[in-house]
């Protein structure tokens, strides 16, 4: 089954202690994403990849990094978490191959993260 | 920067009757559309997107967009909502590839009234 898991699906941590959330598809996909969905403030896109070793900065990347070391994985990592990155994190992947390339995002079911 | 406007953040509609949900985008520029559905609990997933060609689409369930270039829109409408369409509804815009970015509205949350 195509998909998108994304672990731990819920997490409560405290403020500072390094956590990484994992994300991984199984499409074959080129290009993931990581985006925080907020009350009233929708999705926001954290940081992407285009491919393996390439990564950018969406609208809001600070307090996190990513990594693309291999195709099919792109965990998000909270260095140094604080209270108001609480929020509920999806990573989605879509295919960049010419004549399928059509931006359409294949989500992860979400990671609800408390920082305390 | 492209941006993404949903104007209703809320829309309450009693079971069976039509609904509309609006967005628009800012740039008039080659996009490619997108609405996402997030029902209660679980991830986003593709409800119909715009691409090119005929500008009116339909997703399975009986929802339709039109893609207005002249207007920047692409509003969701259903002629006779079901209990079952409860969910929060977001618009999406890509520059198709430009800047690699997805611009996401910030969502409407559509209630459905029995």
């Known amino acids: 089954e195509a998909q998108v898991t994304q672990n731990p699906r819920y997490l409560i941590t405290v403020t500072g202690k390094k956590l990484t959330v994992t994300c991984s598809q199984n499409?074959?996909?080129?290009?993931m994403s990581w985006y925080r969905q907020d009350p009233g403030l929708g999705l926001r896109q954290i940081y992407y990849s285009m491919n393996v070793e390439v990564t950018d900065k969406g609208d809001v990347p600070e307090g996190y990094k990513v990594s693309r070391k291999e195709k099919r994985n792109f965990p998000l990592i909270l260095e140094s978490p604080s209270p108001n990155q609480t929020s509920l994190y999806f990573c989605a992947s879509s295919t960049r191959l010419a004549g399928e390339h059509t931006d359409t995002q294949y989500f992860g079911p979400g990671t609800r993260l408390t920082v305390l | 920067a492209q941006s993404v406007t949903q104007l209703d953040s809320q829309v309450p509609v009693f079971e069976e009757a039509p609904v509309e949900l609006r967005c628009n985008y800012s740039s008039s520029v080659s996009v490619y559309l997108f609405w996402y559905v997030q029902y209660p609990n679980q991830g986003l997933q593709l409800l119909l997107k715009?691409?090119?060609?005929?500008?009116l689409v339909e997703s399975i369930n009986g929802f339709e967009a039109e893609f207005n270039k002249s207007q920047t829109s692409f509003h969701l409408r259903k002629p006779s909502v079901h209990i079952s369409d409860t969910a929060e509804y977001f618009c999406a815009v890509s520059d198709l590839g430009r800047d690699d970015k997805i611009i996401f509205g910030k969502g409407t949350r559509l209630h459905i009234l029995p």
């Open positions: 715009y691409l090119s060609g005929s500008t």
């Open positions: 499409m074959n996909h080129e290009y």
